[in-house]
């Protein structure tokens, strides 16, 4: 069935490092791909998304782009903020409904 | 603004004591889910639901209840709770595959 890998953390960087988080998916079709985050004590918000090969998803420094050849989504900023720290989510949506199913998160501490 | 508002945000209770978790969407969404959130096993889902008088069963339905009698409630009912659902519960409602969390519930049962 359709999954997403993403990969372990914690991640630990200081401010100003870059970042990437990985994330391959497995999924018949031509899903849409996500990546949430989760703020310390709050609910998941989208960050950022991409619907079709090839696409880049960007938001707030973050960028993503949508692999089909490797079936990945890395996360990536060029440049972390302290603020930046909170759990990271990638999703996939088959378009088939609106099912969206998640990986597991990646927590992320950015150091001063 | 959308918004997904579920209550309460903490909760304690005893085990075998009927609760419910509710929830309320705005924006009109065919498609609401809850999700359970434990530490390494990142978002569960647990029921779901397409539509009015349509739920379903997710990854982990045991021990859980839901109902969907109007488009914009979505409540979730634990008959007799157990310690095991100690957790973090979202619900979220899902439209143009884009989803929307509410703040989550923070569940202790003793």
């Known amino acids: 069935g359709d999954s997403v890998t993403q990969m372990e953390g914690p991640v630990t960087l200081s401010e100003e490092a870059f970042l990437t988080i990985n994330c391959t998916y497995t999924a018949t079709g031509y899903p849409s791909l996500f990546w949430y985050v989760q703020y310390p004590g709050e609910g998941l918000q989208l960050l950022l998304k991409?619907?079709?090969?090839?696409d880049k998803g960007s938001n707030k420094g973050f960028e993503a782009t949508y692999r089909k050849e490797t079936t990945s989504f890395h996360l990536e900023k060029g440049s972390v903020q302290v603020s930046d720290s909170a759990v990271y989510f990638c999703a996939l949506s088959p378009n088939r409904d609106d099912k969206i199913i998640f990986g597991k998160g990646t927590r992320l501490h950015i150091l001063p | 603004e959308a918004q997904v508002t579920q209550n309460p945000r903490y909760l304690i209770t005893v085990t075998g004591k009927k609760l419910t978790v509710t929830c309320s969407q705005n924006m009109n969404h065919e498609y609401m889910s809850w999700y359970r959130q434990d530490p390494g096993l990142g978002l569960r889902q647990i029921y779901y639901s397409m539509n009015v008088e349509v739920t379903d069963k997710g990854d982990v339905p045991e021990g859980y209840k839901v109902s969907r009698k109007e488009k914009r409630n979505f409540p979730l009912i634990l008959e007799s709770p157990s310690p095991n659902q100690t957790s973090l519960y979202f619900c979220?409602?899902?439209?143009?595959?884009?989803?929307?969390f509410g703040q989550g519930t923070r569940l202790t049962v003793v």
């Open positions: 991409a619907t079709k090969a090839d």
């Open positions: 979220a409602s899902t439209g143009y595959t884009e989803a929307f």
